[in-house]
């Protein structure tokens, strides 16, 4: 059974203020205020120190979510979720900046918030008890779901021509997708690497996956 969480969840003692050093962000709004009711009263008197791009200082987090929600892309993430893996908040700001159309959580409900520098509050955030409920759920809605690691059998990523609408699978670092992951997928693409290690970063390997579908509905680049 999925069960979505809002964007505004609530965080956990792993989940870092979203303030930050004095030297970041912006003071209070100089001159008249704006008659807009994208922002927020206390951001404009006090500034706005949050991890916004610039366009959306001084907004409310609901603001910039409903802006984010009218162009999110055709792309999911989604992450197994059984050893509170650091990566999982590195995967969840990747997700963010690529503004992915949610991220998906499978395993454990609770996840380690640390590395997402607060991004989650700004992503729909579901969660799934199993790989195949996340399956079951991609079926419904007609999306792949495609996994992404190094397999004997999967098919290399540089050469795979990314449908618009889809789901990435990633699994944990040192584990990678398990057994049901595995079998679960639709498909499942590897990373090309070059060098002595067997695999590189979860964190990494998700950014990677998600920039190539950017290069390729974003910038028409396709594979040969």
């Not at 509050?121 to 079951?136: E, G, K």
């Not at 991609?138 to 059998?153: H, K, T």
């Not at 699978?169 to 990678?176: D, M, N, R, V």
């Amino acid at each position: 059974m999925t069960e979505p969480s809002s964007p505004t969840a609530e965080p956990t003692a792993a989940e870092p203020a979203e303030s930050a050093a004095p030297s970041h962000g912006v003071g209070p709004w100089e001159g008249e205020w704006p008659d807009d009711e994208r922002y927020d009263p206390e951001l404009l008197r006090d500034g706005d120190r949050r991890n916004v791009v610039d366009g959306y200082r001084y907004w409310t987090m609901e603001a910039i979510i409903a802006d984010l929600d009218q162009r999110r892309h055709g792309f999911h993430v989604a992450i197994e979720n059984w050893q509170h893996d650091l990566n999982i908040g590195s995967v969840v700001r990747t997700a963010n900046a690529f503004n992915a159309a949610a991220v998906h959580i499978v395993g454990k409900k609770r996840w380690n918030r640390r590395g997402a520098m607060v991004t989650d509050r700004y992503q729909h955030v579901l969660h799934h008890p199993s790989a195949d409920d996340l399956a079951a759920w991609c079926a419904e809605r007609n999306l792949p779901l495609i996994g992404i690691d190094n397999f004997p059998d999967s098919t290399p990523l540089e050469t795979y021509d990314l449908p618009r609408d889809c789901v990435f699978l990633f699994g944990q670092e040192s584990i990678g997708l398990t057994d049901s992951a595995h079998e679960a997928c639709e498909a499942v693409l590897s990373i090309e690497q070059y060098g002595s290690t067997r695999s590189m970063n979860a964190a990494a390997a998700a950014a990677i996956a998600m920039h190539a579908w950017i290069r390729r509905w974003e910038f028409g680049q396709t594979v040969s």
